[in-house]
């Protein structure tokens, strides 16, 4: 998987589609990104002691990464891998700059 936490990243399918944000969790066994405050859905929690009130709390759920582009210099970009010296690297496809 590409696309590793704190990339800043555009989402280019389903209902936050082109909304931008950074990305806080990857899940690369799933292969999945989950993306601050975006893909939210409402959770709803309970009163944990008594007295205390339940509450609807929003939280961020995972998407697919094929739903997501990485943003390099504000436009979304291709990931290719590229070995320069001993390292191993992200490049975007088009400009061939590293990441």
Same mark, same amino acid.
């Given at each position: !998987?590409?696309?590793?936490?704190?990339?800043?990243?555009? =989402?280019?399918?389903?209902?936050?589609? &082109?909304? +931008? #944000?950074?990305? +806080?969790?990857?899940?690369?066994?799933?292969?999945?990104?989950?993306?601050? #405050? /975006? *893909? /939210?859905?409402?959770?709803?929690?309970?009163? @944990? @002691?008594?007295?205390?009130? &339940?509450?609807?709390?929003?939280?961020? !759920?995972? /998407?697919?990464?094929?739903?997501?582009?990485? /943003?390099?210099? #504000?436009?979304?970009? @291709?990931? #290719? !891998?590229?070995?320069? &010296?001993?390292?191993? =690297? @992200?490049?975007?496809?088009? +400009? *061939?700059?590293?990441?």
């Amino acid at each position: !998987m590409k696309i590793k936490k704190g990339d800043k990243v555009i =989402v280019i399918a389903g209902k936050d589609k &082109g909304k +931008t #944000g950074k990305v +806080t969790k990857a899940i690369p066994t799933e292969s999945k990104v989950v993306v601050e #405050g /975006l *893909n /939210l859905l409402k959770k709803h929690r309970k009163a @944990r @002691r008594s007295g205390e009130k &339940g509450q609807i709390v929003e939280v961020s !759920m995972p /998407l697919h990464v094929s739903n997501v582009a990485i /943003l390099v210099d #504000g436009k979304p970009a @291709r990931i #290719g !891998m590229k070995v320069i &010296g001993d390292k191993k =690297v @992200r490049v975007d496809k088009k +400009t *061939n700059k590293a990441i």
